[in-house]
């Protein structure tokens, strides 16, 4: 298993532009499920679940169609849930039917009261089809809910949202790796972004 050293080094490799410290995919787990575990058990409330876990199966397998209608059965049987529309939403966004996943994951933001995981994914969702649309506005809107609510990839999108914060990432980046190697480090490396 690997420590926190060991995912820094890593995320600085393969996610550059983020500030030192901060991880890529590494949720803020208690945040994430404060409110499933709130969660009312019911036989419904099961019956939707099992549901949901076979549309994901049939979903990994290729079979869209298949897992479309295992997860409208789930939203049937437990209407309230809004997991069961978040799943849906990711299979016809996959299907091309972006309008009826917007209307799907607006249903699970609002049954969620925009808390916990359910609404998390589908505020990190629905900034992707805002960004797909070129609505720039809107998707950062959403990546900063979903953020709020200890999303780090959200927060990797804020990033590569903003060049600016980019740009002065990638010149601190600079700057620390020379001091960690003993090389100089002038004014003008720093303002100009050399390596």
Avoid: H, W
Avoid at 13 to 42: A, Q
């Amino acid at each position: 298993m690997a420590n926190l050293t060991d995912k820094e080094v890593l995320n600085a490799i393969f996610n550059p532009l983020l500030p030192l410290g901060e991880l890529v995919y590494e949720e803020d787990e208690d945040s994430l499920n404060r409110d499933e575990n709130d969660e009312e058990e019911s036989e419904q409330t099961n019956e939707a679940k099992q549901l949901e876990v076979a549309g994901v199966k049939l979903a990994e397998t290729g079979d869209l169609p298949g897992a479309l209608q295992l997860f409208s059965k789930a939203i049937e049987v437990a209407p309230s849930r809004a997991s069961g529309y978040n799943n849906r939403a990711q299979t016809l966004r996959l299907l091309g039917k972006i309008d009826e996943a917007q209307t799907d994951l607006n249903n699970a933001i609002n049954l969620s009261n925009g808390k916990g995981r359910a609404a998390c994914q589908a505020y990190c969702q629905r900034g992707l089809l805002y960004l797909r649309n070129n609505s720039v506005d809107s998707a950062k809107a959403d990546f900063e809910e979903a953020s709020k609510l200890g999303s780090q990839f959200a927060k990797a999108q804020l990033v590569q949202m903003n060049p600016y914060a980019a740009l002065c990432n990638k010149m601190l980046k600079s700057v620390f790796t020379k001091l960690q190697n003993g090389e100089s480090t002038n004014e003008e490396d720093v303002t100009q972004g050399k390596q």
